[in-house]
Nanobody
Framework: QVQLVESGGGLVQAVGSLRLSCAAS????????MGWFRQAPGKEREFVAA????????NYADSVKGRFTISRDNAKNTAYLQMNGLKPEDTAVYYC???????????????????WGQGTQVTVSS
């Protein structure tokens, strides 16, 4: 198993930036593709970004493409989500997740991820 803990959320004004971190412990971090999802009040959880095991492949939701960047540091067992140009509609609880069955690629579906963090709140004011 792997345990995931997110950090870095908070309150920020529109067009501001935040960097979320996802610290992993347990089994070898590099065995997992990583993803970020978010859930706003009253809405379903949605895909944000994903990165392959070695970081060579990224995948983004259209709504964040060009503004958010996913990365990982396998030596530090940590994945990141750099969020620039934040908008009020980005307000949500952000979750990181780990998937072991993606091969060398990425995954966009929540059901492809076996392990989830508890989430970190991101609030963007207008």
């Amino acid at each position: 198993q792997v345990q995931l803990v997110e950090s870095g959320g908070g309150l920020v004004q529109a067009v501001g930036s935040l960097r979320l971190s996802c610290a992993a412990s347990g089994r070898t971090f590099s065995s997992y593709a990583m993803g970020w999802f978010r859930q706003a009040p009253g809405k379903e959880r949605e895909f944000v970004a994903a990165i392959s095991r070695r970081g060579g492949t990224n995948n983004y939701a259209d709504s964040v493409k060009g503004r958010f960047t996913i990365s990982r540091d396998n030596a530090k067992n940590t994945a990141y989500l750099q969020m620039n140009g934040l908008k009020p509609e980005d307000t949500a609880v952000y979750y990181c997740a780990a998937a072991s069955q993606t091969g060398w690629g990425t995954a966009r579906g929540a059901d492809e991820y076996e392990y989830w963090g508890q989430g970190t709140q991101v609030t963007v004011s207008s």
